[in-house]
């Protein structure tokens, strides 16, 4: 077993123990988030099985990209995204991206998308703790937004819901985030959405325990081994 199966099955047990004690018949998906991951390591986690992939910054999404063609990855689009960036992302044929967080971008993504006849699909990325520092639209304008988007916007499909959760020790905050994001969601299941893409090294057993279905995961995988 490479270090990186070993690590890997470490974190696939703790997933499945919090899935068989809160809701077994729930899939969750994992998106390894490979910023901390050069495109060989990338090669070598594809090799344990891992498909999905989820950058931060577009160019290093470009580059890694193109390195590994020869495989059959489905990127993640998980970072800040500046509009001068979104004609590139796009032309990277991301499966998602989940860092849409706002009508504005949104509606600007949607452009683009029709210039080149391609249908994007999208996460609305939630700022579930209301943090300043953090992207993401408004918990109470949440589902209003997502309306809005898939009124507006024909050349994206919306899928669902992104957060980050709170940045704190405190478990109660972390879990109300979580909580906060997940009732959006099933508010917007009727819509449509079918991810709730929630949970990230430190907080993803959390997460599912709140009903999440997409983890990224990052540190966790790639660091230490
Ligand atoms: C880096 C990153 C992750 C993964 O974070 P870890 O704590 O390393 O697991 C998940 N989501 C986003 C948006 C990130 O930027």
Not at 25 to 30: G, Y
Not at 158 to 185: L, N, Q
Request: charged share 30%.
């Amino acid at each position: 077993m490479t270090p990186y199966e070993k690590n890997f099955d470490e974190v696939l047990s703790r997933i499945e123990a919090v899935r068989l004690r809160t809701n077994e018949h729930q899939i969750i998906k994992i998106v390894a988030a490979s910023k901390y991951a050069d495109a060989d390591t990338i090669r070598a986690f594809y090799e344990t099985g891992q498909r999905a992939f989820g950058e931060n910054r577009v160019q290093d999404m470009k580059e890694k990209v193109a390195v590994l063609e020869d495989l059959p990855l489905e990127w993640h689009f998980i970072g800040r995204l500046q509009t001068n960036k979104i004609n590139m992302l796009l032309d990277l044929d991301p499966e998602l991206i989940q860092s849409c967080d706002s009508l504005k971008l949104a509606q600007e993504i949607d452009k683009r998308a029709a210039a080149k006849k391609k249908q994007q699909g999208i996460l609305l990325q939630i700022n579930s703790a209301r943090e300043a520092t953090k992207a993401g639209v408004d918990p109470d304008e949440a589902v209003e937004t997502y309306l809005q988007i898939k009124a507006s916007c024909p050349n994206l499909t919306p899928k669902g819901v992104m957060t980050i959760g709170a940045h704190t020790d405190d478990e109660k905050a972390i879990r109300k985030s979580f909580e906060t994001t997940y009732a959006i969601f099933e508010q917007l299941q009727k819509e449509g959405a079918k991810y709730c893409s929630m949970g990230m090294s430190n907080d993803f057993e959390l997460a599912i325990e709140c009903g999440s279905n997409m983890l990224r995961l990052g540190s966790i995988l790639f660091k230490g081994v």
